[in-house]
């Protein structure tokens, strides 16, 4: 079945430019999750939404950064006044129940967001 | 000090051998253990979930030690196609869904 999509998969943005990125969840997936990967490190959690519930956003490097996902499906993730060291790939992971407490599901990834600034 | 280092490697190994990582976490009170493959410029995939009894997956081993706080990974009979990041991830027990990953580490299988 289709995996969890991502779009665009590159974006070239202009420093202080504003970013929206998308994320569709695998059909069903009540858990959305937002992680950022710089080159050579691993990715780091951002924000974790339940349907449309943002339960988490401890991540999220700044007020620049917004998540939302007003239906609980797609879900989108917006940077706003882009800077170079937001370039990165942004992943999107999703499970299929709520998580939390002492249930680990395991979390399916998209193939990301490649964006860089200039 | 990170909440979980891995040897960045690379680790360039031949066709066939056996080879092993090792990845230290600092919170004792880490709730579940994961490895994920990350090959270049992909997603993460699951490899495997990491039990205190230690399991096995084919040509895959992985052990965790609570008492020393590390996970590991030893792949014998290594192919091509093992070549890939190794991304070590641990849960806290606070928020299980919030995956911490390692720096990953890279593996290079050479014919």
């Known amino acids: 079945g289709a995996g969890v999509s991502q779009s665009p998969r590159y974006k070239v943005a202009k420093r202080g430019q504003d970013v929206a990125l998308r994320c569709d969840p695998i059909?069903?997936?009540?858990?959305l999750f937002w992680y950022q990967q710089a080159l050579g490190q691993g990715p780091e959690f951002l924000t974790y939404?339940?349907?449309?519930?943002?339960?988490?956003k401890s991540g999220l490097p700044s007020d620049r950064f917004f998540a939302e996902r007003p239906e609980g499906s797609v879900s989108t993730l917006k940077i706003q006044r882009t800077q170079q060291e937001d370039s990165a790939v942004y992943l999107c992971?999703?499970?299929?129940?709520?998580?939390?407490?002492?249930?680990?599901?395991?979390?399916?990834f998209g193939p990301g967001t490649r964006l860089l600034v200039l | 000090r990170k909440e979980v280092e891995q040897d960045p490697g690379p680790f360039n190994v031949p066709e066939g051998a056996t080879v092993a990582f090792n990845c230290t976490y600092s919170?004792?009170?880490?709730?579940?253990f994961f490895w994920y493959r990350q090959d270049c410029r992909k997603e993460p995939k699951l490899l495997m979930s990491?039990?205190?009894s230690g399991n096995e997956d084919g040509r895959f081993t992985a052990q965790l030690n609570r008492a020393s706080q590390y996970i590991s990974l030893l792949i014998r009979d290594s192919k091509l196609s093992d070549s890939a990041t190794y991304l070590c991830?641990?849960?806290?027990?606070?928020?299980?869904?919030?995956?911490?990953f390692g720096t990953g580490t890279r593996l290079k299988v050479l014919a």
């Open positions: 990491v039990y205190s």
């Open positions: 059909s069903g997936h009540v858990s």
């Open positions: 919170n004792s009170a880490s709730q579940s």
């Open positions: 991830v641990v849960t806290p027990t606070s928020g299980t869904y919030k995956y911490i």
């Open positions: 939404f339940q349907n449309e519930a943002q339960l988490d």
């Open positions: 992971a999703s499970s299929f129940r709520p998580s939390g407490g002492a249930a680990v599901q395991t979390q399916y």
